[in-house]
């Protein structure tokens, strides 16, 4: 996409927009960053400690039931059986298509290094900063924006209140709003640039905000703009379709301490709803070259507590889907759930570090080396090109 002179641009969005690439926090989040290649790698960060459990239920493990009295299920009560061993959560129906076109995948009993404390605040920086300990300051994707092979149009934008910390740092990102819309007169944008010209930051923002407008622009026409979930993911879809290869936004609403079936079924049917717009948005041939990864800080607990819901915990669950992926399966080592196998006797004792899952998506998806990927990405992070997450 290029740069056009000339477009509409109203005063509301036009404050919105150059707050957003000024860095200001306003707007819901969403994130892009631009470069070579053809294949595309969308994250998805469900805040609030997803219940990886409750999204692919082991139905077929012995403690499950005990464990689960109320929110576990089984195949006879609504369970959407995908293995024999594991069940689909019916409140993700939406996603079986995928699933049986190969083009869907769960990774069970994954964390972060960071266990057993149960702070969302620490466990998303970890999650988000993707090293071994709370010393990362910079996001793992804005670190993956140097290391990318041939990558001498680098370019990155964000759509958020304030810059998601998956994607800071000091590699350029771009931001912006599926609610944002430019609509001044073109005397008043001259006077804008006039203002800012002496003031470098402020010029680049501005020129960032008439960029990502025009680009927003081609996406929606005259089309309503609005700051839901399929609002969210149709942008990001659009963007990649175009000149973006990366994408990352935010789904909230997974803390479920109390009552949890109705509030878990509005989230996952908030993840399937960005899923299958995402599809919808890249279209047939873009959608086989993306691989999508949802991933959240922590799990929650085994058993379900005394108001129907569950606690922090620590293993929890990723999401995988893409036309990239080879998908249809449940992936990783599966601990079991008898008291003797669980982290402290409570919570699903983590197999698989979910930064390893990550890496797998970019080495597949951009080719960068191992030894890179260890080194500046992922500190401390044991991969190699054995991964199973690569077989899988």
């Known amino acids: 996409m290029s740069f056009q002179h000339g477009f509409p641009l109203s005063r509301r969005g036009f404050l919105a927009g150059a707050c957003c690439a000024a860095g200001a926090s ?9 470069m070579p290649g053809d294949n595309r790698f969308v994250t998805i960060i469900l805040r609030g400690a997803m219940d990886g459990l409750d999204f692919v239920q082991p139905y077929g493990d012995p403690a499950y039931a005990a464990l689960r009295p109320k ?5 006879d009560t609504g369970l959407i059986d995908l293995d024999g061993f594991f069940g689909l959560n019916p409140a993700a129906s939406a996603l079986m298509p995928l699933w049986q076109a190969g083009e869907l995948s769960f990774v069970h009993a994954v964390s972060t290094p960071y266990r057993d404390q149960r702070s969302h605040f620490d466990g998303q920086d970890m999650l988000e900063t993707g090293g071994n300990g709370k010393g990362e300051r910079t996001g793992w ?32 990102a771009d931001s912006w709003s599926s609610q944002s819309n430019f609509a001044l007169a073109e005397d008043e944008i001259a006077f804008l640039d006039r203002l800012y010209a002496g003031d470098p930051a402020f010029a680049k923002a501005m020129e960032e905000a008439k960029k990502t407008d025009i680009s927003a622009d081609s996406l929606y026409a005259d089309g309503k703009r609005g700051a839901g979930i399929a609002d969210m993911a149709r942008l990001a879809g659009g963007m990649l379709r175009e000149d973006y290869r990366i994408a990352s936004f935010s789904i909230n609403g997974w803390d479920t301490h109390v009552g949890q079936q109705g509030q878990f079924r ?26 999508v990864l949802a991933m959240t800080e922590f799990g929650r607990t085994a058993r379900e507590n005394g108001t129907n819901g569950t606690d922090h915990g620590t293993g929890g669950l990723a999401v995988l889907a893409g036309g990239a992926i080879p998908g249809g399966k449940v992936l990783g ?16 004792m983590p197999t698989g570090d979910v930064r390893e899952v990550a890496a797998a998506m970019l080495y597949r998806q951009f080719g960068i080396e191992p030894d890179t990927l260890t080194a500046k990405v992922f500190p401390g992070l044991s991969f190699d090109t054995s991964s199973a997450y690569l077989r899988g």
Request: cysteine-free; overall charge positive; proline content about 6%.
């Open 266 to 291: 509005k989230a996952v049917g908030d993840l399937s709803t960005a899923i299958l717009t995402l599809k919808a948005a890249l279209g047939e041939d873009a959608w086989k070259k993306t691989a």
């Open 333 to 348: 080592k599966w601990p079991g759930l008898s008291e003797d196998k669980l982290l402290d006797r409570r919570d699903l």
């Open 26 to 34: 306003i707007l819901t989040p969403v994130s892009f960053a631009a």
């Open 71 to 75: 929110l576990g299920l089984r195949p």
């Open 141 to 172: 994707l804005n670190r993956t924006l140097a290391v990318i092979p041939r990558s001498n149009a680098r370019k990155a934008i964000d759509i958020n209140t304030s810059m998601e910390l998956i994607l800071s740092g000091p590699n350029e």
